[in-house]
């Protein structure tokens, strides 16, 4: 299935795919965006049943949502390229560090996790979307994504991404939420064999630092890299930070 994504930087740049976490849109990777553009093809995609993109009924697993990707990809004439996914993003892209290595120059995994803990609350919390819509949960997963710092400082902003999810369709909300049900590449890290940044936000209540921890000492050679003063979307809350680690892991700097 091909998704919608925003292509921005030069034709010619390497290419650096952006994947996004459960109930956002390329807008979550706004501050990378700008930046990375200057040097990097930057091809940020929506998730099914997200943004732009198609929004079959669910289950979905995150093999498929690969998949989706590998599939925007070719139809972009992009073989390779550097990944970074937050989240269910991170999810995807350690599926194709796993399972379509040679599509892959990188990855950058943040805040994200081999196994999103027991299933049964995720099972829940797609029957909860499927029948209240995402305005459900908008408000309990925007307290996830951000500081209390944060929240304060930038009521607006908190504010705008608590509406990005709650305008999420719920069934494709739902449909990841099953993917991440079943997810567990717990006994896979060693498999994967691309060059990989892990990246934790100290104060992340969804995917704590155990969870990268985990990633980081499971994929032969990976590097953590711990933001402080930041939640479960560390890229979008400090950006001065996580920005320039992408950038050079790209590259294959670090
Ligand atoms: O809503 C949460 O608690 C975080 C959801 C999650 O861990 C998956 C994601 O953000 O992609």
Known sequence: ????HVLEGPDDGP?????????????????????????????????????????????????????????????RGVERAAFAGVSLGGAIAQWIGRYAPERASTLALLCTSARFGDPDPWVERAATVRDGGTQAVADAVVARWFTDDFARAQPDTVARMRDLIASTPAEGYAG?????????????LGAIAVPTLVVSGVDDPATPPEHQQLLADGIPGARLESVTGAAHLASFQRPEIVTPLLREHAKGAL
């Open 15 to 75: 290419p650096l795919v952006l994947l996004c976490s459960l109930g956002s849109t390329a807008e979550m990777w706004a501050p990378q965006r700008r930046e990375l553009a200057d040097e990097y093809r930057v091809i940020t995609l929506d998730t099914r049943g997200h943004g732009g993109s198609p929004v079959p009924d669910g289950p979905y697993r995150v093999e498929d949502l690969a998949r989706d990707v590998l599939e925007t990809l070719d139809d």
């Open 1 to 4: 299935m091909k998704l919608h």
């Open 176 to 188: 990841c939420c099953e993917a991440i049900s079943v997810w567990d590449v717990v006994d896979e």
